[in-house]
């Protein structure tokens, strides 16, 4: 995937704004702008990721993205066969 590809697939968020990936096993997300906040049904980790950092979804649990503060850019990555 290229940065252009990249650049469409990414999804920004304000604020006050949630993002929901349901059952996201093995997804990546990648931070391209601000600070986002990632956090796992029944997890007790907080994930902050700023630009340049990724976060691999290791359980199946809904994952919530939100903005730390200000707005946020990021892409999810559908996992990678490896074999």
């Known amino acids: ?3 252009d590809e990249l650049d469409r697939a990414a999804i920004t968020l304000h604020r006050a704004d949630v993002f929901r ?12 702008r ?17 630009p ?3 976060f691999n979804v ?7 993205i939100s903005p730390l503060r200000g707005d946020v850019r990021f892409v999810v990555l559908d996992p990678v066969a490896v074999g």
């Open 52 to 54: 340049g950092e990724g």
């Open 1 to 3: 995937m290229n940065t």
């Open 58 to 64: 290791d359980r199946d649990s809904d994952v919530l």
């Open 34 to 50: 601000g600070r986002v906040w990632v956090t796992l049904d029944g997890d007790p980790r907080d994930i902050v990721l700023v």
């Open 21 to 32: 990936l349901g059952a996201a096993r093995g997804r990546r997300i990648e931070a391209l």
